[in-house]
């Protein structure tokens, strides 16, 4: 089955600054890979997602990028801010969907005041 | 915009209790995902189903079942509760032939004790 590795496990950085996060997958078949923001207690709450198809997206302050060849991909943040502070997981989908996501163990940001 | 319900959204049972968790996909979802996440962990994928038929089982022990109705709410049954059953179990839906963008419910924290 899919694998996904996920690093840093924590994030320190300072607000203003930027935060970046790495995630590889196993599965060349994973065509999928949504980053998910979760506070504690809460929902996971999707942030931005890429397809396979697609080398780079952004969203404001939010990009993601994704090297098939490597089976990588990234979630860069830009101009922290303290309210980013979360949990931040990757995660990827194969088998056309059937078995939902497989998601990496989770990055903790800490945004520094 | 309607999001995943479920219900309860806090569960105290006692060891070899059973539990029933409720969960109602967004409108026009035809898929549903059960995970479950413990204390500082990412969310393990248990069961899914697709157009209220079994899609595929992730980690799903045994003394857990579920079930998706014909108006697609689904419902995971847990028996012989084990202290180790105590975690956040989300629900999440998605339009599979739309895209697999999953959205997650705000969770039941299950406590056994």
């Known amino acids: 089955g899919e694998n996904v590795e996920q690093h840093p496990s924590t994030l320190s950085v300072q607000e203003g600054d930027s935060a970046v996060i790495k995630c590889t997958y196993s599965d060349s078949a994973s065509n999928y890979f949504p980053w998910y923001k979760q506070e504690l207690g809460k929902r996971p709450q999707l942030i931005i997602d890429i397809r396979s198809n697609v080398g780079e997206k952004k969203d404001q302050r939010i990009a993601v990028t994704l090297n098939k060849t490597a089976k990588h991909f990234s979630l860069h943040i830009t101009e922290t801010q303290p309210e980013d502070s979360a949990v931040y997981f990757c995660a990827s989908i194969s088998n056309g969907g059937a078995d939902g996501l497989t998601f990496g163990k989770g990055t903790h940001l800490i945004i520094q005041p | 915009a309607a999001g995943v319900i479920q219900s309860p959204r806090h569960l105290i049972k006692e060891k070899r209790e059973t539990a029933t968790l409720k969960c109602y996909p967004i409108?026009?979802?035809?898929?549903v995902y059960w995970y479950q996440q413990g204390p500082g962990q990412d969310p393990q994928f248990l069961i899914s189903f697709y157009e209220k038929m079994q899609s595929d089982k992730g980690s799903i022990p045994d003394r857990f079942s579920a079930q998706q109705f014909s108006d697609y709410h689904s419902e995971l049954n847990m028996s012989s509760l084990e202290l180790g059953d105590s975690a956040l179990y989300f629900c999440?839906?998605?339009?599979?032939?739309?895209?697999?963008?999953?959205?997650f419910g705000s969770g039941t924290q299950l406590s056994v004790l």
């Open positions: 999440a839906s998605s339009s599979r032939d739309r895209g697999e963008k999953l959205f």
């Open positions: 409108p026009r979802h035809d898929t």
